[in-house]
Nanobody
Framework: EVQLVESGGGLVHGGSLRLSCAASGFTFDDYAIGWFRQAPGKEREWVSCISSREGNTNYADSVKGRFTISEDNAKNTVYLQMNSLKPEDTAVYYC?????????????????WGQGTQVTVSS
C-alpha cells in the first residue's frame, strides 16, 4: 500500500523550514515525487518535483532559488528545504507520488497524496 506522510510545517516569520515526505509501499525509482501547495480560496499549485530515475528536479518560478527538493533513498523520504520564506508561501503543502517516474507539474499525473502540512509565514 502506497502511503505518504508529510511533516515539518509550522508558523515562521520569514526564515526557513524543511518539510519531509515519508514514503512507503514503493521506491523512488518507480514514481516521481512532487510537492504542491494550496492556499485558502486558491487552486492547488505545483511547487517542485524530483525524478530519481531521470536524476532531475524542477521548480515553479515562484520558488526557484529559494526552495530545494531532495531525497534520501535509505530513509525513503523526500525533503523540501524552504528558505527566504514569504507570506505568499503560506499554504497547506502536499507531497504526491506520480503515476510514473517522470516529473510533472500537473496534479492529474499524481496518483497518491499525503494529508498535507500547514505552513504559515507571518509578515
Amino acid at each position: 500500500e502506497v502511503q505518504l506522510v508529510e511533516s515539518g510545517g509550522g508558523l515562521v516569520h520569514g526564515g526557513s523550514l524543511r518539510l519531509s515526505c515519508a514514503a512507503s509501499g514503493f521506491t523512488f525509482d518507480d514514481y516521481a515525487i512532487g510537492w504542491f501547495r494550496q492556499a485558502p480560496g486558491k487552486e492547488r499549485e505545483w511547487v517542485s518535483c524530483i525524478s530519481s530515475r531521470e536524476g532531475n528536479t524542477n521548480y515553479a518560478d515562484s520558488v526557484k532559488g529559494r526552495f530545494t527538493i531532495s531525497e534520501d533513498n535509505a530513509k525513503n523520504t523526500v525533503y523540501l528545504q524552504m528558505n527566504s520564506l514569504k507570506p505568499e508561501d503560506t499554504a497547506v503543502y502536499y507531497c504526491a507520488a506520480g503515476i510514473d517516474y517522470y516529473c510533472s507539474g500537473y496534479p492529474r499525473d499524481y496518483g497518491y497524496w499525503g494529508q498535507g502540512t500547514q505552513v504559515t509565514v507571518s509578515s
